[in-house]
């Protein structure tokens, strides 16, 4: 019964946690975090293309299939088929890589520092005046 975990496990069942052991606590997002957020932006490329290489193959397939019921060569409707494959995806990607260049994000619009030092000065002499009323207000009452 000196066995550190077994005393920690049966204080626990207890309902008495004693601290006796402490495992060693992350500190920090980790490898995981960076790993999953650069997943999550992948994935939809990754998925999109999958989609795309799984028609082809289907539609390579059905070609291939074709040309056997008619009495074509296996071999040559392969080799064939499978090179229209290569060109039809390669022009399916660059025609996604052209529609995903664009202008990027829209920059936000900002304000010169003329207007901010302007806006300001406003905002200091609104002040100003409020104060001045404040104590104006304060002079007529106590007099």
């Known amino acids: 019964m000196s066995d550190p975990y077994t005393l920690y496990y049966l204080r626990q069942a207890e309902g008495r946690y004693a601290g006796d052991y402490r495992g060693n606590t992350q500190k920090g997002d980790g490898l995981g975090s960076f790993l999953g957020g650069l997943f999550r932006r992948i994935f939809p490329l990754l ?10 193959a289907l539609s390579t397939g059905i070609g291939i299939l074709k040309d056997a019921i008619t009495g074509r060569s296996m071999k040559e409707s392969v080799r064939e088929r499978i090179s229209q494959a290569g060109t039809n995806l390669t022009t399916k990607a660059a025609n996604k890589m052209e529609s995903m260049v664009g202008s990027g994000y829209k920059k936000r619009k900002r304000r010169s520092r003329t207007q ?17 009323k404040k104590s ?7 007099g």
């Open 47 to 56: 998925s999109s293309g999958a989609k795309a290489v799984g028609k082809e």
């Open 136 to 142: 104006k207000r304060r002079r007529d009452i106590f």
């Open 116 to 132: 901010s030092r302007v806006s300001a000065k406003r905002r200091r002499v609104t002040q100003r005046r409020a104060k001045s």
